[in-house]
């Protein structure tokens, strides 16, 4: 079973910037799909980006579409989520999953295998 632990999360002013990781346990995480949810107080986890396991192809949530990018780097078994022109609205805990067998469903959360702990992300306006 793959670990995923997050990193990087922090307080950042509105219109800044923060680069989460996602580093994984095994090297199986390669073959598997990923992606990054958020969840805020009070609200349900909510997709914001999806990456294949080769990293050909990316997803977003509208939100976030032109200020995050998802990458990953398979030789050192890591995803990325770069965050730009931070908004009050994206604090959340930010999580990674992990999915097995990629699907059309890429955006719930129900898809995914593994999960990490989650990174805090708060940002001040």
């Known amino acids: 079973?793959?670990?995923?632990?997050?990193?990087?999360?922090?307080?950042?002013q509105a219109g800044g910037s923060l680069r989460l990781s996602c580093?994984?346990?095994?090297?199986t995480f390669s073959s598997y799909a990923m992606g990054w949810f958020r969840q805020a107080p009070g609200q349900e986890r909510e997709f914001v980006a999806a990456i294949t396991w080769n990293g050909r192809n990316t997803y977003y949530?509208?939100?976030?579409?032109?200020?995050?990018?998802?990458?990953?780097?398979?030789?050192?078994?890591?995803?990325?989520?770069?965050?730009?022109?931070?908004?009050?609205?994206?604090?959340?805990?930010?999580?990674?999953?992990?999915?097995?067998?990629w699907s059309d469903y890429y955006y719930m959360s129900s898809a995914y295998d593994?999960?990490?702990?989650?990174?805090?992300?708060?940002?001040?306006?």
């Not at 079973?1 to 950042?12: K, T």
């Not at 580093?23 to 090297?27: K, L, T």
């Open 61 to 101: 949530a509208d939100s976030v579409k032109g200020r995050f990018t998802i990458s990953r780097d398979n030789a050192k078994n890591t995803m990325y989520l770069q965050m730009n022109s931070l908004k009050p609205e994206d604090t959340a805990i930010y999580y990674c999953g992990a999915d097995k067998y």
């Open 114 to 125: 593994y999960w990490g702990q989650g990174t805090q992300v708060t940002v001040s306006s």
């Open 23 to 27: 580093a994984a346990s095994e090297r």
């Open 1 to 12: 079973q793959v670990q995923l632990v997050e990193s990087g999360g922090g307080l950042v």
